[in-house]
Each structure stands twice: as structure tokens, then as C-alpha cells.
């Protein structure tokens, strides 16, 4: 692997997620990307973040092959204890707004540790789009930023429609039975869009809502950096991306990374070794259950990583699924389960016990492809999304927060690729959505899933379009250095 070697001379890029796992983890897989094609990239990870990564996963041994990446660690500013999910996730970004922002600008100025003489200086940064004061610290030291937008390229351009949605009175939301009217703010969306599939952040009273402040106002000023970089590709989201070009023309669609990375690894050895982002320890033995399993019998069940279960919710999906006679695989995160997580009704037992199998984290991208499972019950978070997509995994959406409203309408209604329970938790409505998708309706699912999976692919193929986009991104980069 010659070309990954550090060269003297190499541009040298700066990464900076935000602090949550899937932010993280799709930046890491670009992270490799950049590497791959002989990118210098240090990697700046919260130190919380970086114990776990340390913890979990076998990512130092996974970048010892190429000697320009190293990570870096910075605080988030929140206490050790500080549950970083479920709607608390907010505070993280009035944390690092006080305490991360400051510390970032010394870390970066001639002198801080990012740029102190023992590597090649930092030539381009590539941070987080909900992290713009990165913006001002780059301006400063005269050095390209790109940002990262993890979420769709359509809720990107639903937040970017906030200022048009307050103007026409749509926001903030008045009444809770308007939650089925069409949207005209949203260009290129009206003839689906409902208010109810707006990003979870502006189903707000009050307009001066923390989280609602920040995504309208980090989204307008994304105009400000040199590039916007988003996970998506051409044939799943061109009209959001049509419109987003219009106001931020230098826009590049790379995704699915995961995929994308895939396909790269493979160009340069037969068999890459499978890797994990995981901040928790994934449980491998369910690929052993799986095994036992006939092709597309089982329905994978998981919320990702900080979508918080209340009781009387999980209670009526347990219903759901044991009533569906239909086999299981449920991820349930540990302390994801807000209140009294005792006295399960004995049949929830006894059916998990014939036809289920839990586990606390799952190797999720390695259960997708795997032949038995059939059907994914998510909570649409983007990355979830597109690795069900890649796997040809059809789904039934139940979003909890974030993009994940739009992205499930879009899964429904849309792209035709699953049902979208958004907003209803009732346990026949469960058990008859999975017998649907399991079986009865399988058969109108299986056109646009199969073809949706092909498009993907081939966007990541040599001459696709996000295989494309990513040489003009590694191509800017480097440019940048001269
Ligand atoms: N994930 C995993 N194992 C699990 C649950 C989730 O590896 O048991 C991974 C999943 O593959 C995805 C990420 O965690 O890459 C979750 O990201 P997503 O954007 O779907 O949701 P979020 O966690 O940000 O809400």
C-alpha cells in the first residue's frame, strides 16, 4: 500500500466531528478516505469519545497502516457523567460553544499542538457543519474549512427552509390537527412534506427553542465555508441537492460512505479486514443466532445511539413483535430505557425466549447483510438508513428525533423502500405493520429495494457519482496546499 504512506510534502487535514456516535463514526470512514489516497489527517476526537473508541474498538490498529493519521483529543466541556443522549444531547452544543470553541482556536494557532512544528502544518479543515465557529478559527489562520453535514441532504435543506417557514406562518407549529398539512416552504418537497415530517427540532411553540436556534442558525451560515460535504448520493436525494446548489454551489455528495470506503479498501486488497466505529461493545453472538436462522425470516430491531425508550413505548413494540410470531433481533442500549424497566408481562418473556435474541449493541452493518435478516425496524437516523439501503433491507421507520422525521417520510412515501410508523407506538398497529412488511406487502417492496441498493453502488463504483465527488474533494484538498 505504497500510496498511503505519508509524503513529506502531504496536505494535512484537520477533522472535527461533532461528539456523538454517528457523526463520529462517518467521519472516521472519511477520515480513511482521505488517508487511502495519501492524506496527512489528524482526527480530533472529545475525550470521552476517544476513550470509548479506544475501548471498543480496534481503531488505533485499523490506522496504523498510514503514518499521516493521528488523533487528537479535546474536552467537550460537559461532565464525565453527563448522559450526552436522549434530548440532554443539547447541552453538548451549548458545552462547546463556552468551553470546546476557545480551546480549539489556541489548539489550531502557530504554537497549539495542532500546528507546532512536528508535523506539516494543517492545511484545510473539515468539521462539522453544526460546528461553524470552526468557520472563524480557519478564516483566521487563512486555511480552506469544508463542513460535514451528517444528516440528509433533504433535512439539510428542510432546516435551511426555516426563515421561509417562519415567514409563511408555518412556524412555529400552532395546532397539533395541522400535523397532516402539505408544506409550501420546502422547494421541490411540497408534494409530500407535511409539518409532522419536519426535523423533530422544529416542532417547537417557541421559536426561540434552544435546539431549533441552533440548526436554523449553524444551517444558514454553512454558505460561509469552502465546501459542503454530505453523505448522500445523486440518485436518492437529487432534488434536495438541485436545491441546495442553487445557495451553496460547491457541494459534494459522497455517500453512503460506508460503502464508498468498502469499495475502496477492495481496490487496494482482496479482503479488507472488517472494522467497527462502536462506542459501546458490539455482541458478536448474534451472528450465531442469525446463522440459525432461514433466509429473511428475522426482523432486525435497533433505535441507534441515543434514542431514549419510554416504558409504555417499549411495551407496545414488545407486543408488537412477539404478536407478529415473526423472529427478532432487538439491540436495547444500555440506560436506554427511561423508568421502570421491571415486571415485563410473562407472555413479552416467553415469546422472546421461542423467537427473539437481544442484545446490548449489534455489529449493525454485519447484521443488514446478513442472509437471515428481512426487515429492519429503525428509528431512521441517517446512517442506519443508508446501510439498510445498501443492504437491500427493507424497513419500517419509527423516528425519534432529529432528521429522522424526514428521513422516514421519505422512506414511505418517497423512495417506497418501507413503511413509516412515525409518531403512533400501538401494539396491533406494530404486529400488523411487521406482518406486512415481513410478508403481505413484501412482494411491492422488493422493486424499489433492490434498485435503490444498485443505484448505491453503483455511486460508489469507479465513474459513480459520489466516487466522483470524492476524487474532487481529495483534488480541493490537496490543491489547497499549494
Ligand atoms: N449501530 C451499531 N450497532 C447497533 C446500533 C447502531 O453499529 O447496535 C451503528 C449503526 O450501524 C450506525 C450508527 O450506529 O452506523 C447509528 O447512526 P444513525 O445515524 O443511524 O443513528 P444515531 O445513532 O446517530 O441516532
Same mark, same amino acid.
Given at each position: ?352 425466549? @421461542? *423467537?427473539?435474541?437481544?442484545? +446490548? ?6 447484521? /443488514? !447483510?446478513?442472509?437471515? $435478516? ?66 403481505? @406487502? *413484501?412482494?411491492?417492496?422488493? +422493486? ?6 444498485? /443505484? !448505491?453502488?453503483?455511486? $460508489? ?22
Amino acid at each position: 500500500m505504497e500510496d498511503t504512506l505519508s509524503q513529506s510534502n502531504s496536505p494535512h487535514v484537520l477533522i472535527f466531528p461533532f461528539p456523538v456516535q454517528g457523526h463520529v463514526s462517518c467521519m472516521l470512514k472519511l477520515a480513511e478516505l482521505l488517508c487511502l489516497s495519501g492524506v496527512d489527517v489528524t482526527f480530533l476526537n472529545s475525550d470521552i469519545i476517544h476513550r470509548r473508541l479506544l475501548r471498543y474498538t480496534d481503531v488505533v490498529s485499523r490506522f496504523s497502516c498510514y503514518p499521516g493519521f493521528r488523533f487528537e483529543t479535546i474536552s467537550d466541556g460537559l461532565p464525565t457523567d453527563h448522559p450526552r443522549s436522549g434530548n440532554r444531547v443539547v447541552d453538548i452544543f451549548d458545552s462547546i460553544k463556552m468551553v470546546t470553541k476557545p480551546m480549539f482556536r489556541d489548539m489550531l494557532l502557530p504554537g497549539g499542538c495542532l500546528n507546532c512544528g512536528t508535523r506539516p502544518p494543517v492545511t484545510s479543515v473539515i468539521a462539522d457543519g453544526i460546528m461553524c465557529f470552526t468557520i472563524d478559527v480557519a478564516k483566521e489562520m487563512g486555511i480552506p474549512v469544508f463542513l460535514f453535514r451528517t444528516v440528509s441532504a433533504s433535512c439539510f435543506w428542510a432546516f435551511y427552509c426555516i426563515p421561509k417557514l417562519i415567514e409563511s406562518g408555518d412556524l412555529p407549529i400552532k395546532e397539533d390537527d395541522e400535523m397532516d398539512r402539505l408544506l409550501n416552504g420546502v422547494t421541490g418537497m411540497e408534494n409530500y412534506l407535511r409539518l409532522r415530517d419536519l426535523p423533530s427540532f422544529c416542532r417547537v411553540s417557541d421559536l426561540s427553542d434552544q435546539g431549533f436556534q441552533v440548526v436554523m442558525s449553524e444551517t444558514q451560515e454553512t454558505y460561509r465555508a469552502n465546501g459542503l460535504i454530505l453523505n448522500t448520493f445523486e440518485d436518492l436525494e437529487e432534488s434536495a441537492l438541485t436545491q441546495i446548489r442553487k445557495h451553496i454551489p460547491n457541494l459534494y455528495a459522497i455517500g453512503p460512505l460506508h460503502a464508498n470506503l468498502k469499495s475502496r479498501l477492495e481496490a487496494h486488497m482482496s479482503s479488507p479486514p472488517r472494522s467497527s466505529d462502536s462506542l459501546w461493545e458490539e455482541d458478536r453472538t448474534c451472528m450465531t443466532w442469525l446463522d440459525e436462522q432461514a433466509p429473511k425470516s428475522v426482523i432486525y430491531v435497533s433505535f441507534g445511539s441515543m434514542t431514549m425508550l419510554n416504558r409504555e413505548d417499549l411495551i407496545e413494540l414488545w407486543y408488537g413483535l412477539v404478536n407478529s410470531n415473526k423472529k427478532f433481533l432487538w439491540v436495547i442500549r444500555p440506560n436506554s430505557v427511561a423508568g421502570d424497566g421491571r415486571n415485563i408481562p410473562a407472555h413479552l418473556l416467553e415469546g422472546t425466549m @421461542k *423467537r427473539g435474541y437481544m442484545v +446490548r449493541w449489534a455489529p449493525q452493518e454485519d447484521v /443488514l !447483510a446478513h442472509q437471515a $435478516v428481512g426487515g429492519f425496524l429503525t428509528h431512521s437516523g441517517w446512517n442506519s438508513t443508508l446501510e439498510s439501503i445498501v443492504a437491500a433491507v427493507p424497513m419500517i421507520c419509527w423516528p425519534y428525533y432529529a432528521d429522522q422525521q424526514v428521513n422516514s417520510r421519505l422512506v414511505g412515501e418517497v423512495w417506497k423502500l418501507g413503511f413509516d410508523m412515525k409518531d403512533i407506538c400501538d401494539r396491533v398497529i406494530v404486529e400488523n405493520v411487521i406482518k406486512d412488511l415481513m410478508d403481505r @406487502k *413484501r412482494d411491492e417492496l422488493t +422493486r424499489p429495494v433492490d434498485r435503490m441498493m444498485k /443505484l !448505491a453502488t453503483r455511486s $460508489v463504483a469507479e465513474g459513480g457519482t459520489s466516487y466522483t465527488s470524492l476524487n474532487r474533494l481529495i483534488e480541493d484538498i490537496k490543491t489547497s496546499t499549494k
